[in-house]
């Protein structure tokens, strides 16, 4: 059993979990890859990019936790029930 949580994500976390890469010629994909593995760690393999546009916001990504002013995008997060 999972519960579902809805997340606010970045542009470039939407890329990582919908496609597995984002390329732009910078090191920011490793960032934000190592980003996402030290606050999800393991339960990010649990997160799936949905990808309905939120508009532009001043929020932090809640996947990476990046604080930059961005478009975000909406994201879910299936976290398992302990039985």
Do not use: K
């Amino acid at each position: 059993m999972f519960e579902t949580s809805e997340l606010s994500i970045c542009v470039v976390c939407l890329h990582l979990f919908a496609n597995g890469e984002y390329v732009d010629g910078t090191d920011i994909a490793e960032t934000t890859a190592a980003a996402i593995e030290d606050l999800w760690g393991d339960q990010a393999r649990h997160i799936c990019a949905e990808g309905t546009e939120l508009g532009f916001c001043s929020t932090a990504c809640e996947t990476c936790g990046n604080a930059d002013h961005g478009d975000r995008y909406c994201a879910v997060a299936l976290v398992p029930i302990a039985s």
